[in-house]
């Protein structure tokens, strides 16, 4: 989706002037976008234990909830010891995500010493440890404040642009709508997420609460719904029916109907047009 691209693109043009990985997360601090996808090599080995896994996420939650109670740009220290830093995302004035950057370390001495000693917790081979930390992005302590303003910049543009939409308690609902209106066209989480500026499992998370019902199983319900209205009500072949209600596949199409009216879509037709 354009939104998609032009925000990547953002993001990889901070990438190109710090270096220092940037992301957008969703109010529930899930990760929506980021450049470059991966987390750093050092980040994906740390995370590699579970427990140090679970340390980062609550680091983050705080410094996200920090950002939320309205503390303005938040930057910290992880507890492996690199730089992060969080910014607010607004949308007419609401909070509606946040802005992420980090995974760089100072040049301060001791610094280096300090994450490659808790790599070692995850990483048995010294000399390879010793490699991942000094991959590490570095910067001297008095810059840092710089690139954070920089990344405060890019949010308040992003702001600007209203490209994260604030959806907050009515996703399930706007959710619901966007289905209802987009039926018969690709619809899928990743379109959903890019749409309404959350992840996945947010999206999935907030339409199960409300509705009782998956998001994928509701698509379909609309879509078979719309074709028995269809075969009622007209005589557009049956491909065609399947096609205009988003199935891609006619075969796919009558197995799904059968499986919801108990007969094909012609034997349902037929079966309407004697009464």
Do not use: W
């Not at 499992?201 to 879509?223: C, L, P, Q, W």
């Not at 049956?238 to 096609?243: C, D, F, H, R, Y």
């Amino acid at each position: 989706m354009r939104d998609a691209a032009e925000i990547i693109s953002i993001l990889k043009e901070f990438y190109s002037i710090s270096g220092f990985r940037v992301s957008i997360h969703d109010l529930e601090c899930n990760e929506i976008y980021a450049y470059p996808p991966m987390l750093s090599d050092f980040c994906r080995k740390m995370q590699l234990s579970e427990g140090i896994k679970s340390k980062c996420l609550q680091t983050d939650r705080k410094a996200f909830e920090k950002v939320r109670k309205g503390e303005g740009v938040y930057m910290y220290k992880c507890h492996c010891g690199l730089y992060e830093a969080v910014a607010p995302i607004y949308h007419y004035g609401i909070l509606s995500g946040f802005l992420m950057m980090g995974q760089i370390r100072d040049t301060e001495p001791g610094t280096l010493e300090y994450i490659n000693k808790r790599l070692e917790e995850t990483v048995s081979d010294s000399a390879a440890a010793r490699k991942c930390a000094e991959s590490v992005k570095a910067i001297e302590s008095r810059l840092i404040p710089s690139y954070v303003d920089i990344m405060k910049m890019v949010a308040e543009h992003i702001t600007a642009t209203g490209k994260i939409n604030y959806c907050g308690e009515d996703l399930a609902e706007l959710i619901k709508k966007y289905i209802n209106r987009n039926f018969s066209s690709k619809i899928s989480l990743s379109v959903l997420s890019e749409k309404f500026g959350c992840s996945s499992s947010t999206a999935m998370k907030h339409f199960k609460a409300e509705y009782g019902i998956t998001i994928a199983d509701y698509i379909n319900d609309v879509r078979l719904k719309n074709a028995e209205k269809m075969l009622s009500d007209s005589r557009i072949p049956v491909k065609q029916i399947a096609a205009d209600c988003g199935f891609s596949d006619q075969n796919y199409f009558s197995r799904q109907f059968s499986r919801k009216y108990g007969v094909s879509p012609t034997e349902y037709r037929n079966m309407v047009s004697v009464q």
